[in-house]
Each structure stands twice: as structure tokens, then as C-alpha cells.
């Protein structure tokens, strides 16, 4: 399960943010994404977002950090 909020700071620019909870087989923990994303023009947009998830698996703790930069073409 996530939630997530989007902000539009002005057409071509959004910030958005993302709160979930995770459960693997016996590991579970909260995940947490924040980014941006840029829309260069009608077909091209950049992106960037961190990740970071919270497993915990009797009494072992697993952490996750990842970050994605990437670009997206709409047609």
C-alpha cells in the first residue's frame, strides 16, 4: 500500500513525494520516494526520485537506497 502527493510548482516543474509500506515473505518495513520531474517540451520529460526502503526480518534490519535519473518520451 502507497500514498503519494504531487506538487506542480508550474507547468514544465513537479515535486512529488511517496509514503508506502512493503511486506516480503517474513520481511516488511516502510518505503519512502521523493523526487522531481521536468517537462523539457510536449515529448520529453526528465526525472529524478531517491528511494529508500526499511526491511525487518526477526530482529535483522535491511536497508534499500536507490536513486533513478532518467528521461521519458510521451507520445
Do not use: C, W
Not at 29 to 50: C, I, R, T, W
Request: aromatic residues 16%; negative net charge.
Amino acid at each position: 500500500m502507497h500514498a503519494g502527493l504531487v506538487f506542480a510548482a508550474n507547468p514544465q516543474f513537479n515535486l512529488y513525494a511517496q509514503i508506502g509500506y512493503l511486506s516480503i515473505d517474513d520481511a516488511d518495513g516502510p518505503e519512502f520516494k521523493f523526487g522531481v520531474d521536468f517537462k523539457a517540451n510536449q515529448q520529453v520529460s526528465l526525472f529524478a526520485d531517491y528511494r529508500a526502503t526499511r526491511f525487518e526480518d526477526e530482529g535483522v534490519d535491511l536497508d534499500l537506497d536507490d536513486l533513478r535519473i532518467g528521461a521519458a518520451y510521451h507520445f
